[in-house]
């Protein structure tokens, strides 16, 4: 069935430096590539989004990349702060057989400062 | 102010008394899902809707009901709740599935 695996599932990092997430999905008909942050006991907020017709993506220190190809995307965030602390989730939306909406299992990102 | 609202916000109860989850959104969203998330299994999709009387099964189904009268409201059912429903449940909304979602600030169901 559909599946979307992301690594790693922890990531410690200093203060400053950068960090990537990065995820594979299985279906090809995926077109819609969502990243979500979630705080510890908060609910989870997108933070960037990319489409299957654009390679890359840039907000402030987040960006992220996708090789339809190889069917992997990845979240890269550069000078990190404390506040980047949290849980990043990725998903795919899946369009054959249904609309669903599958998601990695996470990564906890700590910064340390 | 937009948001996702649920209810309740934490519910503890037993085995086979039914219970439901209210979601309600005020964004005029079409797509609607519920997720339940677990330690080390991320968020995983239970139902979703497309849009009103339009209802699809996601990832992990089996165990809960859902129905979609209304465009705002999208209700998680749990007919006869068992001790491995016991997780923290997301509602979420957003314009169509390949935009992005909002989330409400989630239950915590505990069934003993």
């Known amino acids: 069935g559909e599946n979307v695996e992301q690594h790693p599932s922890t990531l410690s990092v200093q203060e400053g430096d950068s960090a990537v997430i990065k995820c594979t999905y299985s279906?090809?008909?995926?077109?819609?590539f969502p990243w979500y942050k979630q705080e510890l006991g908060k609910r989870p907020q997108l933070i960037i989004d990319?489409?299957?017709?654009?390679g890359e993506k840039k907000d402030q220190r987040i960006a992220v990349t996708l090789n339809k190809t190889a069917k992997h995307f990845s979240l890269h965030i550069t000078e990190t702060q404390p506040e980047d602390s949290a849980v990043y989730f990725c998903?795919?939306?899946?369009?054959?057989?249904?609309?669903?909406?599958?998601f990695g299992a996470g990564t906890r990102l700590f910064v340390k400062a | 102010e937009a948001q996702v609202t649920q209810n309740p916000r934490y519910l503890i109860t037993v085995t086979g008394k039914k219970l439901t989850v209210t979601c309600s959104q005020n964004m005029n969203h079409e797509y609607m899902s519920w997720y339940r998330q677990d330690p080390g299994l991320g968020l995983r999709q239970i139902y979703y809707?497309?849009?009103?009387?339009?209802?699809d099964k996601g990832d992990v189904p089996e165990g809960y009901k859902v129905s979609r009268k209304e465009k705002r409201n999208f209700p998680l059912i749990l007919e006869s709740p068992s001790p491995n429903q016991t997780s923290l449940y997301f509602c979420?909304?957003?314009?169509?599935?390949?935009?992005?979602?909002?989330f409400g600030d989630g239950t915590r169901l505990s069934i003993l």
């Open positions: 279906d090809s008909a995926s077109n819609y």
């Open positions: 979420a909304s957003s314009f169509s599935s390949n935009q992005p979602q909002h």
């Open positions: 809707s497309m849009n009103v009387e339009v209802t």
């Open positions: 998903a795919a939306s899946i369009n054959t057989g249904g609309f669903k909406t599958i």
């Open positions: 990319i489409r299957s017709n654009v």
